[in-house]
């Protein structure tokens, strides 16, 4: 099997590397870029493409997906930080009267 071959992917793991493609999109990220994201958390979670035999392997660990999304503040504009920080300093003035 040649290097980036996705054949022994399950459907569901397709599906899978696919959605997570599609959101990394929408962040900006490149199209080769997000399919290389993709299939390494698919990788990641699930140990690799499909695997013959009953309860071979390990669980699949969905930690890798959970950590997505990079919530915080490196989504939130600098106009927004600097109302949140006077808001905030605003507040802390009135509550120390």
Known sequence: MPQGDKSSYTD???????????????????????????????????HGGKKSGSGRGTKESHASSKKGGHKGAANVSHAARVRAGKKAARTREQHAH
């Open 12 to 46: 569901k793991q397709r599906r899978k590397a696919h959605h997570i493609e599609e959101s990394e999109k929408k962040r900006g990220v490149s199209s080769k870029r997000a399919a290389q994201i993709g299939y390494a958390t698919v990788n990641k979670e699930s």
